[in-house]
């Protein structure tokens, strides 16, 4: 072969191989992007090139969950790929292999990974709860500059869980994430100039930094500048005002935003009068464990407010905000309590039951897993629920236990999974009773 055709084969080639690795480069960066793209947090996706990032509201973890194994199979030790991917996991309660792979990242140095890391320690989702470990990670994270564990850190100093309360630590962390553009970090510093923690009270200040995190959709920035314009306090009073930032919040499923919300519904300020919508709104948030909507709800019920007086159900709410130390709550469920007297009627039996119902469903998944998770669990109060609720129990397991440690190696994820439900039953159990004793009536 004369050398010019040679040497023109040869090119041929590797423009030919060229060309066969372009897509197959592509379709790698292609799944790192798309998995950075669904699932990366804004405050991690500042410095990648064309990613917005997605707020955990907003995150489809089900949808994120193939880009970013894609990612990982190509990029095996990219630890924005790992932490991204642990994300994701986090958002569909795979606990376990979330924490495998956020660990991985954090221990890479990635501050992204320490942060989650330090949330999970908080949380205690698929590690144990241990807030003090979790400030640690959240400072590393923080101290590199990660806005999201600058405010996560300034609000563990703020409510002393996990390390010494300091309100002027707390202060310099959320001051730090602001001067990023952190709309948390931004309403966390407005949140402290209007209660005047670490700083005297300056409304201005607090109205102007709600303002600009509202505006790039934080939601408790959103409430509580609704807040500002409902009640007149540091800002003009303006009830439409309260009902546009009141309604951006309740979007966002914010318990502060729903209550706000069903306040202008209840008493018709700034829109049509809706008290069925004012009800589904502070029950929403109620349920949440939201105390002011659980005042409202159970004043609604105690005088017949727009609807029958229903004493059981003005007792329940009560209950619950006494629950969190509200001494008017307590001293009304002294009071009711005394003429409720009998069976406890709903809502406490629909609670009742439902925890029931949950019990019934572990079980009948699979009776050996759940036995053995009883036994580890051995809560007196979990084994009176479970005589009421007549579950399946393995009765060879509950009296020789060692058949327990074949079955949770073989199962080790579904038995830790199973004990920390039951465990969380057990704690329902134990509410319903304490709040029925309250209450002077029998579940």
């Given at each position: ?76 030790d ?25 660990r ?103 109205v ?47 318990p ?37 909507a ?63 119902a ?27 629920l479970?005589?009421?609720?007549d ?19 073989e ?16 704690e ?16």
């Open positions: 072969m004369p050398m010019a055709n040679r040497v023109a084969l040869q090119g041929l080639v590797a423009a030919l191989a060229v060309a066969a690795a372009a897509p197959q480069a592509h379709a790698q960066e292609d799944a790192r992007t798309s998995c950075l793209a669904l699932a990366l947090p804004p405050e991690a996706a500042v410095d990648v090139p064309g990613i917005d990032g997605t707020y955990w509201p907003d995150l489809d973890g089900a949808a994120a969950l193939p880009a970013c194994r894609a990612a990982l199979a190509e990029h095996p990219d630890p924005l790929v790992l932490a991204t991917l642990g994300r994701a996991l986090l958002r569909v309660g795979d606990y376990a292999e979330s924490v495998e792979h956020i991985r990242a954090a221990d890479m140095g990635n501050p992204f990974g320490q942060s989650l890391l330090g949330y999970v320690h908080f949380t205690g989702w698929g590690v144990p709860q241990d807030p003090e470990l979790g400030v640690r990670y959240y400072r590393m994270a923080a101290d590199q500059g990660y806005s999201y564990a600058q405010v996560a850190l300034g609000w563990a100093l703020h409510g002393g869980r996990g390390i010494a309360q300091d309100d002027q630590e707390a202060l310099r962390w959320f001051r730090r994430a602001a001067a990023q553009g952190d709309r948390s970090g931004l309403a966390r510093l407005g949140q402290m100039y209007d209660r005047g923690w670490g700083v005297p009270v300056d409304l201005t200040e607090a102007r930094l709600y303002t600009l995190a509202a505006h790039l959709g934080d939601p408790l920035a959103q409430a509580n500048l609704g807040l500002t314009f409902y009640t007149g306090r540091g800002n003009r009073q303006n009830d439409a005002q309260a009902l546009h930032w009141f309604r951006l919040a309740a979007d966002q499923d914010w502060p935003g729903q209550t706000g919300l069903a306040r202008l519904y209840q008493i018709g300020a700034g829109v049509e009068q809706d008290l069925p919508r004012a009800i589904a709104l502070y029950r929403q948030a109620a349920e949440r464990g939201f105390l002011t659980q005042l409202y709800l159970a004043e609604i019920y105690d005088r017949g407010n727009g609807v029958p007086e229903d004493d059981e159900e003005a007792l329940y709410w009560y209950g619950l905000a006494a629950d969190q130390g509200d001494e008017w709550a307590a001293e009304r469920v002294a009071e009711l309590a005394g003429a409720t007297g009998g069976t406890c009627g709903d809502p406490l039996a629909a609670r009742l039951e439902s925890v029931l949950d019990i019934r469903d572990t079980f009948e998944l699979s009776p050996p897993i759940s036995t053995c998770s009883m036994l580890m669990v051995a809560d007196p109060a979990l084994r009176q479970l005589g009421g609720a579950v399946p129990i393995v009765a060879e397991l509950v009296e020789d236990s060692t058949g327990c440690t074949e079955v949770c190696r199962h080790d994820t579904a038995c830790r999974d199973a004990t920390s439900l039951l465990t969380a039953m057990a329902d159990w134990q509410e319903l009773t304490e709040l029925a004793e309250a209450r002077n009536c029998e579940l």
